[in-house]
């Protein structure tokens, strides 16, 4: 199981240290990437002119943009929900980047501007080619990091 304790406490480090998004969401996606077995993806895409973008991530090469609502990271930004996939092959419209995938987590990560009104910035996604990969349990550990980056990230 994977110990989401320290793997925090790495990240709040890493922030600590520059907490410059592309450093920080850089090597988040390379500490996700070698400390949770069974992954062939993990990553970002960052909310930009009104769809996502691809931002820092560890694996195959990914499709660039997604359209808010499109894909499991565009439904969850729309839907602004985390979205655990137990087979990725069943969710309607999913957007099948790397073959391999079998099951997907996605978590928005929010962001309040100097105006104080809070929105969606970035979705972490994280892929695996075993189907029903991700536990509540991991879906609390990543929520924890999620919760860590919206605050300490300087976008
Ligand atoms: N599968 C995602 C697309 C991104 S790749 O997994 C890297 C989706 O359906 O949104």
Request: charged share 25%; net charge negative.
């Amino acid at each position: 199981m994977t110990d989401y304790k320290i793997l925090a406490e790495q990240i709040m480090e890493l922030a600590k240290e520059d907490p410059y998004y592309l450093p920080l969401l850089s090597n988040t996606s390379a500490l996700i990437m070698e400390t949770l077995p069974d992954l062939n993806w993990s990553g970002f895409y960052l909310v930009k002119d009104g769809r996502l973008v691809l931002g820092p991530f560890q694996g195959k090469v990914a499709c660039i943009h997604i359209g808010i609502g499109d894909g499991v990271c565009g439904t969850a930004v729309k839907t602004d929900k985390v979205l655990r996939v137990e087979d990725v092959h069943k969710f309607p419209g999913h957007i099948a980047c790397d073959s391999a995938s079998s099951s997907e987590i996605v978590l928005p990560i929010h962001r309040t501007d100097a105006s104080g009104n809070r929105g969606t910035a970035a979705v972490l996604d994280i892929d695996s080619p075993l189907t029903g990969r991700f536990s509540e349990d991991d879906e609390a550990g990543l929520a924890k990091i999620v919760k860590i980056l919206e605050e300490t990230i300087q976008w």
